[in-house]
């Protein structure tokens, strides 16, 4: 019995302090309205790409992680042609990244792929025109292995 009038206070002052905490008075919150003003539009101004025809430094890599890569340019029709031979380092080679620079200035980036014969064609300019090829290993080193110009020489 006494059990049971246990039971029946814990239940009453369960319900007491839960009827306690829902008694409240609600406060009454006021959310800020926002001002209509008119939206002024911000002109950035575009950051210009530095394009530059002038070759910069290559880096040899470690002999263990060397690879060559052959560019030729077509006295006809213009194309550049990259091509992977291969080398010591091939099975290493995460991606070969290549930037074709044209004296038009526009620039192109292509991915060579790293099987031997691999190539990436580009039709270049009237002018002369910049290539960089960068090479990117699986242990996270790279390397620009080639920065040449190539001059369109009309036959």
């Given amino acids: 019995m006494q059990y049971k009038l246990l039971g029946l206070v814990l239940i009453a002052a369960v319900i007491i302090v839960f009827s306690c905490a829902c008694t409240e008075e609600a406060t009454e919150v006021q959310t800020p309205v926002p001002t209509t003003a008119t939206p002024q539009p911000t002109t950035a101004a575009p950051t210009p ?7 910069g430094p290559t880096e040899a890599p470690p002999s263990a992680k060397s690879v060559t890569v052959d560019v030729s340019r077509d006295p006809i029709d213009r194309t550049i042609t990259v091509v992977f031979r291969g080398g010591k380092g091939q099975y290493a080679v995460q991606n070969i990244d290549v930037r074709f620079t044209l004296s038009t200035g526009e620039v192109i980036e292509e991915q060579l792929g790293s099987r031997v014969n691999d190539e990436v064609q580009v039709v270049g300019s009237t002018g002369t025109d910049r290539v960089e090829v960068t090479v990117l290993y699986n242990d996270g080193t790279s390397y620009k292995i080639l920065d ?8």
């Fill in 49 to 55: 790409t530095e394009v530059s025809l002038e070759p």
């Fill in 148 to 155: 040449n110009t190539y001059e369109f020489k009309s036959r």
